[in-house]
């Protein structure tokens, strides 16, 4: 899968694949091998050669804010047949949302049976003490919400469904 990730105003050509049981991320045409991945509620600890990378994040629709090595980042990232899809309008059918982190409904924006846009406000989730807004990524209806306002989600867990 090939994505593009913009920090600081670099943007770098991501390409993530796997090879006989280990993934290789190539940044801009360089090759990393990463032996094991540990994943934990918004962190992860990379294994790359002989080094271990840890590294927090928090996820607000494409934007990725980071804490490695002693440093804050954010990361706006794209997967590029996503992003070509979308300008061309082919984005549509059925979309389940879910959960992208653990937390709190705080509140939910749309009712069943209203017609939203792409990019409109659908609920908002309350996550390390932040406002995380989730968004529908197509127009459509929505037809069915999951989860009400106060309860606690975890990640991948279903909110809406948009059609």
């Known amino acids: 899968m090939a994505y593009e990730v913009e920090i600081d105003g670099e943007v770098y050509k991501v390409e993530i694949n796997e090879e006989r049981g280990s993934i290789i991320a190539t940044v801009n045409e360089k090759p990393y091998r990463i032996g094991d991945i540990n994943i934990e509620k918004n962190a992860v600890s990379l294994f790359i050669g002989r080094k271990v990378f840890d590294v927090y994040f928090n996820i607000e629709k494409d934007i990725v804010h980071l804490y490695f090595g002693g440093k804050y980042f954010t990361a706006r990232i794209s997967d590029e047949r996503r992003s070509r899809r979308e300008k061309k309008g082919i984005v549509s059918g059925k979309q389940l949302i879910c959960s ?26 309350e996550a390390m003490k932040m406002e995380n ?16 306002e106060g309860q606690a989600v975890d990640t991948g867990e279903k909110l809406v469904l948009v059609e």
């Open 100 to 125: 992208i982190m653990p937390g709190k409904v705080l509140k939910i924006l749309v009712d069943p049976g209203k017609e939203v846009h792409p990019d409109e406000g659908l609920i908002v989730i």
């Open 133 to 148: 807004e989730i968004r529908s990524p197509i127009k459509g209806i929505v037809r069915e919400i999951y989860v009400k």
